[in-house]
């Protein structure tokens, strides 16, 4: 398992500044991406099965893990950690093109992630910790709040309409992980061509034979239409 970018040249805004050095224990298998404020990201990974709960100080129920984002700017990455995850919870809400002001909101915290705004086609990258990572939101806490251990971190290039599905394979011999890219769905096949050449015959039979029916069935309204225009004339 291995990042897709190296994250100790990154800048890290209000969350754990070694976290590139955090061992990766858990691969990222699926980022979903979907509209709206009910939707957002959601992610497949194994860590989920494991890693612990953490109670933050004042609140009353537990933060499993810290869903981290990352923008280019100037050349150069900066990230944070921007969303607690619990248990039931199933996705970040607030998608990031539409939504971006809902994650990187304040510039005391944020820096230069606060003033990007996130376009469609634009690489990001994404990836989790255990624990708590939002420095600031449960008063004063350590910086490791649960077990030291994240996820790799997978780069995703914007879809449109925040709509998208990433699916990322397994690191390969060559040390490679392949994925990145949106899983489109397979066009509906297109309708066959009519026949031609030595099945012209047959078309040909083939029409004659419905053209006779039809010719059948004109005879047959037409002798019933007489039929009743008989019943309805005076005796």
């Known amino acids: 398992m291995t990042d897709q970018i190296d994250l100790s040249t990154a800048v890290v805004h209000s969350s754990p500044a070694d976290i590139a050095s955090w061992p990766i224990t858990t691969r990222i298998e699926r980022l979903t991406m979907r509209p709206g404020q009910d939707h957002g990201l959601s992610f497949q990974f194994s860590g989920n099965q494991t890693w612990p709960d953490y109670v933050p100080p004042g609140w009353d129920g537990p933060i499993q893990y810290t869903v981290w984002a990352g923008v280019r700017v100037n050349g150069r990455w900066h990230m944070a950690g921007f969303i607690q995850m619990w248990r039931s919870r199933p996705s970040t809400g607030a998608p990031i093109v539409a939504q971006w002001r809902d994650w990187a909101y304040d510039e005391n915290r944020w820096g230069p992630m606060a003033r990007h705004r996130p376009q469609v086609g634009e690489e990001m990258v994404f990836f989790l910790s255990a624990g708590n990572a939002r420095r ?27 709509h998208g599905d ?68 005076p005796v």
């Open 136 to 162: 600031g939101s449960a008063g004063p806490e350590p910086d490791v709040t649960s077990v030291r251990e994240r996820s790799n971190a997978v780069l995703v290039k914007l879809p449109p309409n925040d």
């Open 166 to 233: 990433f699916v990322y394979e397994r690191q390969t011999e060559s040390g490679s992980t392949g994925g990145g890219e949106p899983v489109i769905p397979a066009p509906p096949p297109e309708p066959a061509p009519p026949a031609t050449g030595g099945n012209e015959t047959v078309v040909a039979a083939q029409l004659d034979a419905v053209i006779a029916e039809l010719r059948k069935i004109s005879s047959q309204v037409e002798a019933l239409t007489d039929a009743v225009k008989e019943l309805k004339t």
